[in-house]
């Protein structure tokens, strides 16, 4: 069974812009979650979408957001880009709980 | 305010070693308790889980032992090998909790050969 995927891998994005992430889950899982990684504040979670709703929300502005299409696949969009963004995002999917699997990650660099 | 607590930032292990990292948490809500595995460039991977209703599981080399009242588990990797380095992270989560996972910081395994 494939993994989950994310593209694209790698972006390169200026301040003030925005930019539009995308993540398949493995297939059946209906659950998508969005972390952001960075050194210093290491894993965490933005976001949860479950049958097209966001089912949870981390502590993050409200310039990042994200969706979930009915075959499960899920975007995550970031706003007005800041220099702080720039981090690895990953993207979960689960079938059951709090199971995730985790994709390779978008690394988001932002100058 | 960190709501799992991991240490140590790094660890350095001859191969054949055990490998001992350890969490802790604040947060009684929490029921589930993974370990997840990272290697530069990827995502990371679900190693091994444990609820609190249990104090020890074992899956190969890589064991969780837990203790409910110390508000505390640890990963064990016994016979270490130099494959294994990676950073590991563990996390926690709970029912009705507004995150998904919370993580620790990580730690940062080196296995020598």
């Known amino acids: 069974k494939a993994g989950v995927t994310q593209t694209p891998r790698y972006l390169i994005k200026t301040r003030g812009q925005q930019v539009t992430l995308s993540c398949s889950p493995i297939?059946?899982?209906?659950?998508v979650s969005w972390y952001q990684q960075t050194p210093g504040q290491g894993l965490q979670f933005l976001f949860e979408y479950f049958s097209e709703t966001q089912r949870n929300k981390g502590n993050f502005p409200g310039r990042f957001s994200g969706r979930q299409f009915s075959n499960s696949r899920s975007e995550m969009n970031v706003s007005t880009l800041e220099l702080g963004d720039s981090a690895l995002y990953l993207c979960?999917?689960?079938?059951?709980?709090?199971?995730?699997?985790f994709g390779p990650g978008t690394r988001l660099t932002v100058l | 305010q960190q709501q799992v607590k991991q240490s140590p930032q790094s660890l350095i292990v001859q191969k054949g070693g055990i490998s001992i990292i350890n969490c802790a948490y604040e947060?009684?809500?929490?029921?589930?308790f993974p370990w997840y595995q990272q290697f530069p460039g990827k995502g990371p991977a679900l190693l091994i889980a444990i609820r609190p209703d249990v104090s020890e599981k074992k899956e190969g080399r890589f064991t969780i032992s837990f203790n409910k009242s110390a508000k505390q588990f640890s990963l064990h990797i016994m016979d270490s090998q130099p494959g294994d380095s990676a950073t590991y992270f563990c996390a926690a989560a709970s029912q009705g909790g507004s995150e998904k996972l919370v993580f620790g910081k990580g730690t940062k395994l080196t296995v020598n050969p």
């Open positions: 947060n009684t809500a929490f029921d589930y």
């Open positions: 979960a999917s689960s079938l059951y709980a709090f199971e995730e699997y």
């Open positions: 297939s059946g899982h209906r659950s």
